[in-house]
């Protein structure tokens, strides 16, 4: 050691004269949580319920009904009609399946939404959704009126038309969704 670190040893001990350690606690002091009533908790998902359905764009109210033996069909402007003829004939592989069966309005709404979304996100381009016919509801063709009627809200769906009886028929829907942007940049890269 040198001089000059031996002495700036000197010079800290100096220093530290009459500093003592800190005294620490031998136990840890934890926090209670708040306890929610009941009411707090029905009003948290209240508000969660009413931000679920805000985000949700798709309408519940002056429905156009359909039949429930009808063909429901639609196409956006610009879909090539070959694209649109093979959808109708059922010639897709099925990719993606949603049933609605005995789901509420509220939940058929928010099912066609996030099955919608899901298919994008996983590169789904074609699937179908069984609302049923809904012959024996009150009114008849409930879920399917408000399915044709969704589909058509839906900016990526690019069409949709009513499935083969094989596959349910005047209960059941094809639906085309338009590619992601991730399988849109794949397929410029494959094909540049």
Not at 56 to 66: A, I, R, Y
Not at 89 to 111: C, F, M, N, S, W
């Amino acid at each position: 050691m040198s001089k000059k670190d031996n002495q700036d040893d000197l010079d800290f001990l100096e220093q530290m004269k009459g500093v003592k350690p800190l005294k620490t606690k031998s136990r840890v002091i934890l926090k209670k949580e708040p306890r929610h009533t009941p009411g707090q908790h029905q009003r948290k998902l209240d508000a969660t319920q009413m931000k679920n359905s805000a985000d949700n764009p798709l309408s519940v109210d002056h429905l156009e009904m359909v039949n429930p033996e009808d063909i429901i069909t639609f196409s956006r402007s610009g879909l090539a009609h070959g694209v649109f003829k093979k959808l109708k004939q059922g010639a897709y592989p099925i990719e993606a399946k949603l049933d609605l069966h005995h789901k509420t309005v509220e939940q058929a709404r928010e099912a066609v939404r996030k099955f919608v979304i899901d298919c994008q996100r996983y590169d789904a381009r074609t699937g179908i959704i069984l609302h049923g016919k809904g012959a024996l509801s009150d009114p008849p063709a409930l879920l399917k009126s408000f399915t044709n009627r969704w589909l058509k809200q839906i900016p990526e769906v690019l069409a949709f038309h009513t499935a083969k009886p094989y596959q349910g028929g005047a209960g059941a829907v094809y639906v085309l969704i338009k590619k992601s942007e991730n399988k849109k940049q794949s397929n410029r890269e494959k094909y540049r």
